[in-house]
C-alpha cells in the first residue's frame, strides 16, 4: 500500500500559473486536509502499515500532515522536493532536488530508504545517485510483479504498474476533457483481477494512491472494501508490508540464495523475490 503524497507541487511543477487559480490549488487542500486523514482512519481500522511517498516542498507546506503520518507508525520516502520529473534535468539539477527533499524529510523521519520520482519517470543519473544518497530502494519499474536486486547498482526496485494506480482511472483532465472518470465499481474489478493474478503468481501487488484523488468518499469505501477482499484480515494468506520492509527480505533472500548456491548471482533480475 502506498500513497503518493502530492499536493499543490503536482500542480505548480505542471503550471507554475497554477499558482494564482485556487480552484485547481483546492484540491490539492482536500488531499491534505481531507484524504489523508481519513486514509490514515481507515489503515488503523484495518492494522496496515502504508508508505507515504512526499514531495519536500509539500511537506514544508503541510508540516503537521507528515508529523501525523509517521506518528501513526508508517514509512516516509522521497518523492522529489519539486514535482519535477528527473528526466528533464541536468545531472547536478537532480542531485540538488534529492539532496533538498532528503534534508526536509529527514526533518520528519530520521531514516528515508526509498525513492518514487514524480510520474515514475527517471533519468540515467538516478539510481547513481539513490545509492551515492544511501537509499536502499526505488520504486519506479515495470519490468516485473516480484521484487528484485539492481544488477548495476545497490537498490532494491519494488516495481509499480499504471494498473494498479488510481490516477489514469480517476483524474479528470479539466483543460481537455479526454480523461474520463471511472466508476469505482470499475476500478475495483479491475484491480480485483490484476491482485488475484499476481497473488496467484506469488508476486507484488504495488498499490498507488493519491490523497486529492482516492479521497473522495465514494473511492475511500472502495479502496477498503478492495483492501479487506485482498486479506486485510488474513496474514497468513497475504503479507503487507512497507517498502523498505519488502527491500529488507529481497535483500535477506538474495543472500540466503547466495550462501546455499554461489551461481545463485546469475540468476535472472527479476527472479529475486521472498518466498
Not at 499543490?8 to 481531507?34: K, T
Not at 547536478?92 to 528515508?112: H, K, T, W
Request: with cysteine.
Amino acid at each position: 500500500m502506498t500513497v503518493d503524497f502530492d499536493a499543490e507541487e503536482l500542480w505548480l511543477a505542471e503550471d507554475p500559473a497554477n499558482a494564482a487559480r485556487p480552484g485547481v490549488l483546492s484540491q490539492a487542500r482536500y488531499g491534505a486536509e481531507i484524504a489523508v486523514p481519513a486514509l490514515l482512519d481507515m489503515l488503523d481500522r484495518l492494522s496496515l502499515p502504508a508508505t507515504f511517498f512526499v514531495c519536500g516542498r509539500d511537506a514544508e507546506r503541510h508540516p503537521r500532515i507528515i508529523e501525523s503520518i509517521v506518528a501513526r507508525g508508517h514509512e516516509i520516502g522521497h518523492h522529489g522536493y519539486s514535482h519535477r520529473s528527473p528526466h528533464l534535468m541536468a545531472r547536478d539539477e537532480e542531485a540538488e532536488e534529492l539532496s533538498r527533499g532528503l534534508e526536509v524529510l529527514r526533518s520528519f523521519a530520521e531514516r528515508i530508504e526509498g525513492y518514487r520520482s514524480p510520474s515514475w519517470d527517471i533519468s540515467p543519473h538516478t539510481l547513481d545517485l539513490l545509492v551515492e544518497n544511501g537509499f536502499s530502494y526505488s520504486s519506479n519499474m515495470m519490468d516485473a510483479i516480484n521484487p528484485y536486486a539492481h544488477a548495476t547498482h545497490d537498490l532494491v526496485e519494488v516495481p509499480v504498474h499504471w494498473s494498479l494506480d488510481d490516477a489514469p482511472h480517476f483524474w479528470f483532465d479539466a483543460t481537455s476533457w479526454d480523461r474520463t472518470i471511472r466508476s469505482s465499481r470499475e476500478v475495483m474489478e479491475l484491480w480485483s483481477e490484476e491482485t488475484a493474478a499476481i497473488h496467484e503468481a506469488g508476486g507484488l501487488v504495488t498499490l498507488t494512491v493519491h490523497p486529492q484523488i482516492i479521497g473522495r468518499p465514494g473511492r475511500l469505501r472502495m479502496l477498503e472494501k478492495f483492501l479487506m477482499a485482498t486479506g486485510a484480515y488474513d496474514r497468513d494468506r497475504v503479507w503487507f508490508a512497507t517498502g523498505s520492509e519488502i527491500a529488507a527480505a529481497t535483500r535477506e533472500h538474495r543472500a540466503a540464495r547466495t550462501a546455499a548456491t554461489p551461481a545463485a548471482e546469475s540468476v535472472a533480475v527479476g527472479a529475486e523475490v521472498p518466498s
